[in-house]
């Protein structure tokens, strides 16, 4: 028999009190943990997908979209820019790198992105197994929609419109996509793509009719019209892509329909040479349909609006944990007054002063470090529901069984306020007086 | 040589009155009655024999020790070790188990009794049958039992007993006052009981009756 055992039998006398007590406790710690969690998972996928971004070149509408749609792949893109329009800028000395992005299909969902090699380069996303994708209608998929779509070198598909499954089913096209490749996880946003040469893109919607232009934002309103401008003319001008994806692009002229000029892209990355590009480059795109959109300043703004949300929740959070310390402490020094013959008799059997003091002390932290430990797997279990929701709608995953450094603060703070609100209490059995307690029988 | 001895004691209130205890000493194997009506100071008489109250003035020696040479821990501890208290109405740690509760009094003053000695004691004073029950499931008698058997099963020298008897019905509390004699005298211990249970007053020869002339 320990003092530790009574203690613990201690708290379970009064359930009623001990359960109320875990409930707000493991709620408050839950809520405080589970942001800690979410926030430094969305900040590290932010910060790892925005890398050396610094702009993103595409079609005019909202900067924050344009960012969320060609950064991180989560919303629907602005619309799409002329790649002989986009010349002028991403041909600049200040801008040393422009990594080309096309959308247009999916295949279950998961979008199919018409880019160069260099996207996944630049990423630095190594291959696990097969090639990287050369020739149109070869693909090199991301890891996590790999497992998830079940693809296998060797295996082909045909992709669907737009960038969501839904209602598009029945106006797949009829090329067939081949797995060439696939890469290792590196938890930035390659993983949940499919990677193909922007050619398979440009092939994909030239073969076809023109109404299929409209859907899901590939081709905006204007530059609609301007295509079909285009097509009556059957202008061929000879290649002017010479940016880095240049060589690249040699098996394009396979397509005597391709048209360089009217070729669009969803979105150019951008990677400035020069320190004075943010000076030089907004002045480019100024009266074209284009915009210039800085990843570090959008995310930045999403941030702040976030942040506000994070912190009333957290100052919720810290709120119901004030109030469980209360409750620890109101439910120790209740408990104190019914139990005084009971401490009283432990004295008389020979207990000392510190060993009562101690056994109200342990009693007190039992039950915070309790709730501490259901809190932490709540916040755990509430991740874990998140991240399946994440998963429906954005392809994307939390990690649950992480723990942060932050968390090592929650726990020792809470364990030692845990100590403060059980202390009183304990000093009181401290300093109780035997002898009068037993008198008032 | 004397298991417990008195010399003029006396304890004042701060707010009260002024009491003052006759002197007296029990030898091994010796029951000595206590009686006073309420308001003597019986009860404050019992905590100054136990330590667990100390005197204004005067002295109370165990087993040899002046209580007064010891205190804070030290005192707990020669308590837990030699004096075994039994109060009127019994108070138990009350998420423990029977047997849980009486195995306390070792666990605090430090003493080495095992599992099967406690079980023994429990079953000499016929609770065995209870040891894995809480102790508020307990009718009054039976609590009372098991507070005799934690107040013995140290094997301690001295058992002072405050009213043992004066909850129970006639028949209980004649199997209460027995149950002491008999555990004394196996322990070779001197029993004394501080009552005003008038039932008793026949039972025990050797006797001290405080009165309020004795303030």
């Known amino acids: 028999m320990k003092i530790i055992f009574i203690a613990w039998k201690n708290c379970w006398q009064k359930a009623g009190a001990t359960t109320l007590t875990l409930l707000l406790l493991s709620f408050g710690v839950g809520i405080i943990s589970m942001m800690l969690l979410l926030e430094n998972q969305l900040s590290d996928k932010f910060n790892k997908n925005i890398k050396d971004i610094d702009f993103v070149l595409g079609a005019k509408g909202s900067p924050l979209q344009l960012i969320l749609a060609n950064v991180y792949h989560i919303d629907a893109p602005t619309g799409n820019i002329k790649v002989s329009e986009a010349q002028k800028i991403i041909k600049n000395p200040t801008v040393k790198e422009a990594i080309p992005l096309a959308y247009g299909d999916n295949y279950e969902g998961w979008r199919i992105v018409g880019t160069t090699p260099r996207y996944a380069e630049f990423y630095e996303v190594k291959l696990k197994e097969g090639k990287v994708f050369e020739t149109p209608f070869e693909v090199t998929v991301g890891s996590y929609a790999a497992k998830e779509l079940g693809l296998k070198l060797g295996q082909t598909f045909k992709s669907n419109h737009g960038l969501d499954k839904e209602g598009e089913e029945e106006e797949g096209h009829d090329q067939l996509f081949t797995v060439v490749g696939i890469y290792e996880a590196s938890g930035t946003v390659i993983d949940r793509l499919i990677l193909t040469p922007v050619e398979s893109i440009w092939e994909v919607h030239n073969h076809g009719d023109h109404e299929e232009s409209s859907h899901a934002g590939i081709v905006s309103a204007e530059e609609h019209d301007a295509e079909l401008a285009h097509e009556d003319d059957h202008a061929h001008v000879a290649d002017t892509l010479n940016n880095d994806h240049a060589h690249e692009d040699e098996h394009m002229h396979e397509d005597e329909h391709a048209h360089e000029e009217d070729h669009e892209v969803t979105a150019y990355l951008l990677i400035k040479r020069l320190p004075m590009a943010p000076m030089i480059l907004p002045q480019l795109v100024k009266n074209t349909n284009m915009q210039l959109a800085l990843p570090a300043i959008e995310i930045n703004r999403l941030n702040e609006n976030f942040g506000i949300g994070m912190s009333v929740v957290k100052a919720v959070a810290i709120l119901i944990m004030i109030i469980s310390f209360l409750s620890v402490f109101i439910s120790l020094y209740n408990a104190l007054r019914e139990r005084q013959y009971e401490l009283a008799i432990l004295r008389t059997l020979g207990g000392r002063r510190i060993q009562l003091f101690i056994l109200i002390l342990l009693e007190g932290f039992f039950m915070v470090a309790l709730g501490l430990i259901i809190g932490l797997v709540l916040s755990r279990v509430g991740i874990t529901l998140l991240s399946d929701m994440a998963k429906d709608s954005f392809h994307d995953e939390f990690n649950a069984m992480i723990f942060l450094p932050q968390e090592y603060y929650l726990v020792g703070i809470t364990l030692g306020l845990g100590v403060v609100a059980s202390l009183l209490p304990a000093l009181r059995a401290f300093f109780m007086d035997i002898s009068k307690t037993l008198s008032n029988d | ?215």
């Not at chain 2, 849980?100 to 079953?123: G, H, R, T």
């Not at chain 2, 934690?150 to 058992?159: E, G, Q």
């Not at chain 2, 001197?190 to 007053?201: E, M, S, Y």
């Open chain 2, 1 to 215: 040589m004397a298991i417990i001895q008195t010399t003029n004691l006396q304890y004042t209130f701060s707010k009260g009155p002024e009491l003052i205890f006759p002197s007296f000493q029990a030898e091994e194997n010796s029951e000595l009655l206590i009686l006073g009506s309420s308001g003597t100071g019986k009860t404050t008489l019992l905590h100054l024999l136990a330590g667990l109250r100390k005197p204004t003035s005067g002295e109370v020696e165990v087993n040899g020790v002046k209580l007064s040479s010891l205190s804070g821990a030290s005192l707990d501890r020669f308590r837990g070790k030699n004096i075994g208290v039994v109060f009127q109405t019994s108070h138990f740690v009350q998420s423990l188990s029977v047997l849980d509760n009486i195995l306390l009094a070792p666990y605090f003053s430090n003493n080495k009794v095992s599992k099967s000695d406690a079980e023994k004691m429990l079953d000499r004073l016929n609770i065995l049958s209870k040891k894995n029950k809480k102790t508020s499931t307990l009718s009054v008698g039976e609590q009372q039992r098991v507070a005799i058997a934690r107040a013995l099963l140290n094997n301690p020298s001295l058992i002072l007993a405050d009213e043992p008897t004066s909850a129970l019905d006639d028949e209980n509390a004649k199997d209460v006052l027995n149950l002491l004699r008999e555990q004394t005298h196996a322990l070779k211990a001197a029993l004394l009981i501080v009552t005003h249970d008038n039932r008793l007053k026949d039972e025990v020869k050797q006797r001290i009756e405080l009165t309020a002339s004795n303030r």
